[in-house]
């Protein structure tokens, strides 16, 4: 099992910046692949961004690509998420998830595809 925090979230105008960041730890880091998943009030949770295990390869929604950049430091065990041009339609609680992964490539987009989950962060984009 993979213990997971957030942080970073916080309250931005529109057209602002923020890193969300995720720790991981109890597992060695380097054999997961790292997703972002963000909900907003009376909405289903959704896909935001996921990288493999590797870094070799990442994955986005239609809805963020060329705004938020994803990346992952083994080192460290953490993933970010690197959010630019912020709308207010990006206002949710994000959420980072892991899963084990043998292949280096594999990004996976699913909320199902996920075992384990942070506890979220807050982020608010005002108009």
């Known amino acids: 099992q993979v213990h997971l925090v957030e942080s970073g979230g916080g309250l931005v105008q529109a057209g602002g910046s923020l890193r969300l960041s995720c720790q991981a730890s109890g597992q060695p880091f380097n054999r997961y692949a790292m997703g972002w998943f963000r909900q907003a009030p009376g909405k289903e949770r959704e896909f935001v961004a996921a990288?493999?295990?590797?870094?070799?390869?990442?994955a986005y929604a239609d809805s963020v690509q060329g705004r938020f950049t994803i990346s992952k430091e083994n080192a460290k065990s953490t993933v970010y998420l690197q959010m630019n041009s912020l709308k207010p339609e990006d206002t949710a609680v994000y959420y980072c998830?892991?899963?084990?992964?043998?292949?280096?490539?594999?990004?996976?987009?699913?909320?199902?595809?996920?075992?384990?989950w942070g506890q979220g962060t807050q982020v608010t984009v005002s108009s």
């Open positions: 998830a892991s899963v084990y992964r043998l292949s280096g490539i594999s990004t996976p987009t699913d909320v199902d595809d996920y075992v384990d």
């Open positions: 990288i493999s295990r590797t870094s070799e390869k990442t």
